[in-house]
C-alpha cells in the first residue's frame, strides 16, 4: 500500500512541530515516596519534519503512547520517550507536554483531617538530538487563598478574599538537580494569605479565616514572595510564575506575571 | 437534484429535536429603555421531525437565524421566529436557546464611578403549534459576593468571602406579563452579602467590604432570600433559582438550588 | 463553638438541594471484568435542607467523599453512598452526580492493534428517604463518525464526514437490572458510519474510509438507530439519547435529541 | 484615606507584569471597508511595577478600558491606549491582549447565499516606553475543511475529512504596514482542503464535498501553504502558524506549528 507520508515534498520547509493533540489517557505519575499515581493526561507530542517528506506517520505517535500509558514515568522517563519517538518516526527532534490533575493528601490546620486537595501538573519536554539539547520543565497551579491588604486597612472591619491560583513553570540545573512535583507545591503552596484545604472543620475554618487575615496578600504579594522562594531553590535554574486571583469583589480577575533566569 | 432529506424513513420514529448547535451570530437584543444592545450570540435551534421523513434541512435554519441576527428581538419576536421555522419546514413544534453576554451600567456605591458589568442571558422559547403551546423562559447569571456566616462569628475578625452566581430562569404568567433581563437581574443582584461591581475607588471597597461584614450569607441565605423575591414579582409563574459559591478556603464549590410553581 | 448552620431560619424555605460542587477526586470505578478502573472524579453532591435549619454542614460531605474515594464503586455503591450521606446530616434526601473519563481497549478493525479509546461517564443518583425511592441514571459520551449521505448522494466523489458524539443517559428497570458502562458503550459506539479508533495502521485507514462511506448516516439516522437500539434492550426503563455532529463543512455542529419511556 | 498599593516595597522585585484579566466589555473593532463591528471583548491588560511600590492601582485599568470601550478601535489605537494607560500609572511599560469573536460576510460557492462566519480575533500590543518600543500582533483563528491524502490515495471511495483550525499571531514591518484582520483572513481562509461556510444550500454542498475532494492535504499541507502565503505577504515580519485538525477517525488531533522571521 503506498505511504503518502513518505512522498516528496518540494516546498521546502521543514515544519517545526507536527504530532497529536488534546490525546486523552491513563498515565502513572512516579510520586516522590517511591510508588506511583494514576492520572488522567491530556498529552500534545510532536516531532519536526524534515523539508523533503511530505507528512509524518501519527499512528506511531499512539503506539508509542499507549506504551508509556502503563509504566511509572517522571522528568526523566520523559527524555527516553522522546528519544524513542526521533527514533521511530527517524526525525531529530521531538517535543512533548503532558498534563494532568495530581492528588495530594493536605491535613487541616487544626483538626488534622485529611483529605485530597488537586492541583494540575505538567510535565514538558524538548529534545534536540543535533546539538544533544533536552529541555525539560515542571509545571504546577496551586489554589490558594488571597486577603486584600488595601481592603483590609480601609475598612473598620472585614476585608475582601478569594481563591486565587499560582501557575509556576520552572526549568532545573542540569544534571540530576530535579525537583518533585510534591517538593514544588511545597515551596509555592504557603505563599498566599493561607493555603486553602479539602476538608475544613469549625476549629479549622477559624483557623484558615484568622490567618489570612492576619497575613493580606495583594497578587503583587503572592507573585513576589513566590519569586523569593523560587529564588532560594538551588536546584532551579530559571522559572516563570503567574498569580491570578478571582477577586470577589469583581467580575474579572487581578493578575501578576514573572519570567527569571537564575545565576 | 435529489432532496434525500425528504425521502421515506421506515424506522417509524418521530424525532423530537434536530437542527443546529453552537451557531455564533451577531444578535441586537431589546434594551428596557427603548433601545437595543448588540451582543454575540450561541444559538441552539431546533424542530420536531415527523416519522416519514429521513431528515430535516438545516440550511433553512441558517438562512433564517442570518435573518433575525439583524433585527432586535427580545420574547415576543423569538415566538415569530419559531414560527416562521415550523412554517418554512412544514413541521409542528420548534425549539430555541439564545445565550449571550449583556451590559448594564453599574454605579460604584460611594464614587458613583459607572462602568459595565457583564450578565449572562438566556432566551428560551418551545413552541407546540398542534396545541398552540408557546413556553417561554428568561435565563440569567448574575456575579455577587458572598460572605459566610460562620466564618465571621467563629473568627476574631475577618470572614472568608468570595465571588458567587446567581443562576436564575423564569416563566411568565401569560400573555404579556414579561420582564425585561434588566429587571430580573434588578431583583436577584441585590440577594448576595453585596453586589459585585466593574469600578470600584477605594471609598467604594470600603463600602463593599463593610457591607459585606455586615451582610453574611450562606448559599443556603442567598438561595432563600431569591426565592423570596421571585415569588414577590407577580408577573412570574415558576422560576428555578441555583447559587453556586466559589469557595475562597477551598478548591471545590458550595451550591444551592431550588425549582418552583407560584400558585 | 457556636454551630450557625444549625440555628433556626424563620423563612419557612425547604430548599431542594444544597452542597458542592465541582470536586476533584481520585475514584475507582468497578469494572465488567471484575476489576475497577482508576479514573479523575468530578462530583456534584447535594442534600435538601429542612426549613428550620439555616445551613447544612459541608465538610461532612467532603469526609464521606474521601472515605468513597477510597474503594470501588458502581451504581450499588451510589445508593449506599447517598444513605450515609442523608443519615450523617439528618436528612431525607440526597443526589449525586459522578462524571469521569473512561477508558476501553478497542482494537483496529483490521490490524488489531489495541489502544485505550476515552469516553465520558456519569452514575447519576437521587435518594428519597420519606418514600424509598432511589432513581439510579447511567450517561455516557461515546465519539464515532458521521459521513453526509446527501453529500454522498449529490457528489460525483467524496462525501463530507466529521467525528459526532452519541450522549446518553439510561434508567434501569429495578431491581437489580443494571448495566455496565461497557455495554452501553457496546451497544451505542456501532451506531454512526463508523466508530473511530484510538490507533490506526493505514490498513485500517481504509476500512474505516469505505466503512463509512458505505454506510452515510444524518445525525437524525444516528438517533433513530440509537433509539432502536436502546428500546431492543430489556434492563433500560427509559433514556434520553442525543447525537451531535460537528459539520466539517461549517462552524456550527448539527444535532439531533429523544427521550423515551419504554413500556 | 492610606494608599496601601503606593507603600514602599523592600524586596527589590520589578514585577514584569500586573492588572486585569478576563475583564468582558463590550468594543467597536474598525473594519477595512470603513466602519466598524461591535464585539464582545475579552481583556487582558497589564503594566510593569516599579521595585519600590507595593501595588498598581486596578481601578484605572477598568476607567481607561470603559472609557476605550466606546469608540472604534485597530491596531493604531491599542498603542494610544498603553500610552495612556502608562501615562496614569506612571510606569514604562503596558501589554495589553483584546480577544473576540469577528464576523464577516461569506457567500455560498454557488448559490451565493450570504452568511456571516464567525473568526476569532486578537489583538496583542506590547509598550516599552523606555525605548520606544512597541510591539504589535494581529491573531485570527480560521476554521476550514481537511481532507486526508492518505485516505484518499488507499480508499476505493471516499476520504475523511474534518474541520480544522488555522490559527495565526502576525507582526508587521514598523511603521504603517498594518494588515486588516480581513486581510489576514483572505490570506489564510483558502489554505485548506475548502473554506467552510455559514450557510450551503445543496449544490454548494456538492460543490465543497467535490473541491476538498479534488483537493486534499495534510495539517502538514495547510501547515506548509499558510507558511508560504504568509512569506509572500510584504507588510509581514514574522509570523507564527499552527494548524489543528478535529480528526474524524480519532477522539484526539492532529496538528503542525511553525515560527518564522522574514528576512
Redesign the interface.
Known amino acids: 500500500?503506498?505511504?503518502?507520508?513518505s512522498m516528496k515534498?518540494e516546498?521546502g520547509?521543514e515544519?517545526?512541530?507536527?504530532?497529536?493533540?488534546?490525546?486523552?489517557?491513563?498515565f502513572q505519575i512516579r510520586m516522590k515516596n517511591g510508588g506511583y499515581q494514576?492520572?488522567?493526561g491530556n498529552v500534545?507530542l510532536?516531532v519536526s519534519?524534515p523539508h523533503q517528506f511530505?507528512?509524518?506517520h501519527?499512528?506511531r505517535f499512539?503506539?508509542l503512547l499507549?506504551v508509556w500509558?502503563e509504566k511509572p514515568i517522571s522528568g526523566k522517563e520523559i527524555r527516553q520517550l522522546l528519544t524513542e519517538l526521533c527514533s521511530n518516526l527517524e526525525v531529530a527532534a521531538a517535543d512533548i507536554s503532558l498534563k494532568f490533575?495530581y492528588?495530594l493528601p493536605l491535613a487541616a490546620p487544626v483538626s488534622q483531617?485529611?483529605?485530597?486537595?488537586?492541583y494540575l501538573g505538567e510535565f514538558s519536554g524538548s529534545l534536540r538530538q543535533s546539538d544533544n539539547l533536552f529541555d525539560y520543565r515542571l509545571g504546577v497551579e496551586i489554589?490558594v487563598?488571597s486577603?486584600?491588604?488595601?481592603?483590609?486597612?480601609?475598612?473598620?472591619?472585614?476585608?475582601?478574599?478569594?481563591?486565587a491560583i499560582i501557575r509556576s513553570s520552572v526549568k532545573f540545573k542540569y544534571p540530576g538537580k530535579i525537583l518533585w512535583l510534591e517538593e514544588l507545591v511545597e515551596i509555592l503552596q504557603t505563599q498566599g494569605s493561607?493555603p486553602?484545604?479539602?476538608?475544613?472543620?469549625?476549629?479549622d475554618?477559624?483557623f484558615?479565616?484568622?490567618t489570612?487575615?492576619q497575613n493580606p496578600k495583594?497578587?503583587?504579594?503572592i507573585?513576589?514572595?513566590s519569586?523569593?522562594a523560587l529564588r532560594s531553590e538551588p536546584r532551579i535554574e530559571c522559572f516563570q510564575v503567574e498569580v491570578?486571583s478571582?477577586?470577589?469583589?469583581?467580575?474579572?480577575?487581578?493578575?501578576?506575571?514573572?519570567?527569571e533566569s537564575l545565576p
Open positions: 500500500m503506498i505511504d503518502i507520508q515534498d516546498r520547509i515544519i517545526q512541530r507536527v504530532g497529536v493533540k488534546d490525546v486523552h489517557l491513563p494514576h492520572v488522567q500534545t510532536s519534519l511530505k507528512g509524518t501519527l499512528s499512539m503506539e499507549m500509558s490533575r492528588f483531617t485529611i483529605g485530597y486537595l488537586d489554589p487563598l486577603l486584600c491588604p488595601c481592603s483590609k486597612e480601609i475598612s473598620q472591619y472585614g476585608a475582601h478574599n478569594q481563591r493561607c486553602v484545604y479539602p476538608v475544613l472543620k469549625r476549629d475554618e477559624k484558615v479565616t484568622e489570612a487575615y495583594f497578587v503583587e504579594d507573585l513576589r514572595d519569586v523569593l491570578e478571582f477577586e470577589s469583589i469583581h467580575n474579572h480577575n487581578a493578575f501578576a506575571s514573572h519570567v
